[in-house]
T-cell receptor, first 116, second 111 residues
Framework: EPEVTQTPSHQVTQMGQEVILRCVPISNHLYFYWYRQILGQKVEFLVSFYNNEISEKSEIFDDQFSVERPDGSNFTLKIRSTKLEDSAMYFC??????????????FGNGTRLTVT | QKEVEQNSGPLSVPEGAIASLNCTYSDRGSQSFFWYRQYSGKSPELIMFIYSNGDKEDGRFTAQLNKASQYVSLLIRDSQPSDSATYLCAVNIGYGQNFVFGPGTRLSVLP
C-alpha cells in the first residue's frame, strides 16, 4: 500500500535555529497537509497545500513557518527560528482529493522535533 | 470555534469485551466523521469513517452516528490487547474543509 514518507524521524535542534522537515506524499495525491501534536495533546492542523499554494492555514502557522513543494515529489515544512514550544511530533498527510469521507487523511510516520 | 470532545480515559476493558468510545462535536455543519487509532509515539491510522446517521460495521468495529445529537461513537467487539491505543475522533465540517481532531480516548484492554 502506498505510504507517506517523512524524514528525518527525529530532529534535535537548538533554539533559534532553522529546521526543514521533509515529506514525500503518496504519488497520485494532490492535497498535502502538515499537522502537529505536542506530547500528550491533540493533533492540530497547521496548513494545507494544493496546486503549489497554501489553501488554508491555522493560527499556529505564523510567519516563522513556511511550506514548499520544491519538486514533483517532496513537500517541506520550514521553521525559521525554532522556539522551545515548537517541540512536537510533526505529521505530514495527503489526500487524493479535497478532504472528505471519500478522501481521508493518510499520515506519514512523523518527525519528532526537539528544540533545546 | 469548532470543537470535538472525547473522554480522555483511560478506558479499561477486559479482553473479549466490547469497548465503547464516544465523541461529540459542536459544528452542526459537520459532514463526515472518522476514527483513527494511534499507538504511543506513532502516527494516526484510519480505522473507519461514517457520514450517514445510523450504524456502519467493518469487521470488529462499528461506528454509530447521530447528527441530531451531534454524537458519534465507535464500538470494538471482542477487544484484544493489541487494541490498546489512543482512539482519535476527527470531524470534517464540509467538503474541502480540514479535519478537526478530538483529544483522543486512551483504551486499555486487559488480558
Amino acid at each position: 500500500e502506498p505510504e507517506v514518507t517523512q524524514t528525518p524521524s527525529h530532529q534535535v535542534t537548538q533554539m533559534g535555529q532553522e529546521v526543514i522537515l521533509r515529506c514525500v506524499p503518496i504519488s497520485n495525491h494532490l492535497y498535502f497537509y502538515w499537522y502537529r501534536q505536542i506530547l500528550g495533546q491533540k493533533v492540530e492542523f497547521l496548513v494545507s497545500f494544493y496546486n503549489n499554494e497554501i489553501s488554508e492555514k491555522s493560527e499556529i502557522f505564523d510567519d516563522q513557518f513556511s511550506v514548499e513543494r520544491p519538486d514533483g515529489s517532496n513537500f517541506t515544512l520550514k521553521i525559521r527560528s525554532t522556539k522551545l514550544e515548537d517541540s512536537a511530533m510533526y505529521f505530514c498527510a495527503s489526500t487524493v482529493d479535497q478532504p472528505d469521507y471519500n478522501s481521508p487523511l493518510h499520515f506519514g510516520n512523523g518527525t519528532r522535533l526537539t528544540v533545546t | 470555534q469548532k470543537e470535538v470532545e472525547q473522554n480522555s480515559g483511560p478506558l479499561s476493558v477486559p479482553e473479549g469485551a466490547i469497548a465503547s468510545l464516544n465523541c461529540t462535536y459542536s459544528d452542526r455543519g459537520s459532514q463526515s466523521f472518522f476514527w483513527y487509532r494511534q499507538y504511543s509515539g506513532k502516527s494516526p491510522e484510519l480505522i473507519m469513517f461514517i457520514y450517514s446517521n445510523g450504524d456502519k460495521e467493518d469487521g470488529r468495529f462499528t461506528a454509530q452516528l447521530n447528527k441530531a445529537s451531534q454524537y458519534v461513537s465507535l464500538l470494538i467487539r471482542d477487544s484484544q490487547p493489541s487494541d490498546s491505543a489512543t482512539y482519535l475522533c476527527a470531524v470534517n465540517i464540509g467538503y474541502g474543509q480540514n479535519f478537526v481532531f478530538g483529544p483522543g480516548t486512551r483504551l486499555s484492554v486487559l488480558p
